[in-house]
């Protein structure tokens, strides 16, 4: 029988001086002499990860593991970093940086089902210290961008739509503006955000001064601005817009119609299509001014729709070749008769 082999107990400082000798022996391109620096430089050429201290280490070590070239070096090294990333403490912000490295290898040798089982999977994962906002847009885009070359489109696309939700987190419920309530400038804010162009008049009038003078703010400026928001909000739910309606919900001359039109159509917030003729606007596409409940459910019927058509094309495609094989069948039978 063959007895595994298991490190003694010695002095961590003897134990490197063992892993350099060994390294070595296969090849790897250090010295077997001690670092006259100490312990850590030894860890880091050797690459053998200390209990507490060096987070620069654990990096080095995922780092050359990723590198790893084969399908079964990295394999194992795949299996290395999961178990590191198992033994590490839950409130390690280390397990975020070994779990980046582990999605990495795993699609290297096509094993990203192994280590990834959904967005839920995913936050219990970090429950203990989920990673920053900027940490997990980071790797969002990566896990999205490895199930899709794995050919998992329904995981990629949820993973689409929860990266969404980390770039369009509402401004209103920032702690910073939260504390402004009750102030003027969060007043006005809250008319950029969600109001229409009567809103923004009926506030300038009121406070003229704070505007212009106490912000420093240009009022034709602003209500350039609030005529595109207002005309994107309008937008969101008139695919056809008369010259009128425009002309009176924006408060504009019939002259500066269409010239405001071909303006809104440069900024490539909206995608409308001007009927001259017919003195009215069809609008194809416009961005939301707001990115609430309301918008994340349209894009869910939208994804639920997407996956729908993808299932009857899969099955319509099943049916074409299952027809072509049994025409296939039929003509080798007539031939062979």
């Known amino acids: 029988m063959q007895v595994p082999p298991i490190f003694m107990e010695l002095p961590l400082e003897d134990q490197a001086q063992e892993l350099r000798v060994y390294l070595k022996g296969l090849g790897a ?19 053998v990860i200390p209990t507490e201290r060096a987070e620069n280490l ?9 590198k790893a070239p084969g399908y079964k070096l990295g394999f194992v090294c795949l299996k290395a970093l999961w178990l590191l990333f198992q033994s590490l403490p839950d409130e390690s912000p280390m397990r975020y940086h070994v779990y980046y490295h582990i999605i990495q290898i795993a699609r290297n040798v096509d094993q990203v089902k192994a280590v990834y089982g959904g967005i839920q999977q995913l936050k219990q994962q970090f429950a203990s210290l989920p990673p920053s906002n900027e940490q997990m847009q980071k790797l969002l885009r990566l896990l999205h961008e490895v199930l899709l070359s794995c050919k998992q489109g329904e995981q990629a696309a949820a993973v ?3 990266l969404l939700g980390t770039l369009l987190d509402p401004l209103l419920a920032l702690k910073p503006v939260k504390f402004l309530e ?3 400038i969060h007043d006005l804010l809250l008319v950029f955000v969600k109001d ?4 923004y008049l009926h506030f300038y009038q009121h406070h003229k001064e704070f505007v212009e003078h106490q912000l420093g703010l240009n009022h034709e400026q602003n209500m350039k601005k609030m005529r595109l928001l207002t005309f994107m909000q309008l937008a969101e739910t008139n695919p056809e817009m008369s010259f009128d309606t425009i002309q009176e919900e924006l408060q504009i001359s019939e002259d500066e119609v269409e010239s405001f039109i071909i303006d809104v159509l440069k900024t490539k917030l909206v995608r409308a299509r001007m009927d001259q003729a017919g003195r ?4 194809s ?8 409940r309301p918008q994340w459910m349209q894009l869910r019927d939208l994804l639920a729709a997407w996956k729908v058509n993808l299932t009857g094309v899969q099955e319509g495609m099943k049916s074409v070749a299952a027809a072509q094989m049994e025409l296939a069948v039929k003509n080798k039978a007539v031939i062979n008769h």
């Not at 229409?196 to 809103?199: D, Q, R, S, T």
């Not at 009215?280 to 609008?283: A, D, F, P």
């Not at 596409?285 to 609430?292: A, D, L, Y």
Request: glycine letters at 8%.
């Open 280 to 283: 009215k606007v069809l609008i």
């Open 196 to 199: 229409k162009l009567p809103g």
């Open 29 to 47: 391109e250090i010295s077997e002499e001690k670092s006259p620096k100490g312990i850590e430089d030894d860890l880091h050429k050797i690459i």
């Open 182 to 184: 009750g102030e003027l």
């Open 58 to 66: 654990i990096l080095a070590f995922c780092e050359k593991l990723t």
């Open 285 to 292: 596409s416009t961005m939301h001014r707001t990115f609430g």
């Open 160 to 162: 689409m739509v929860e």
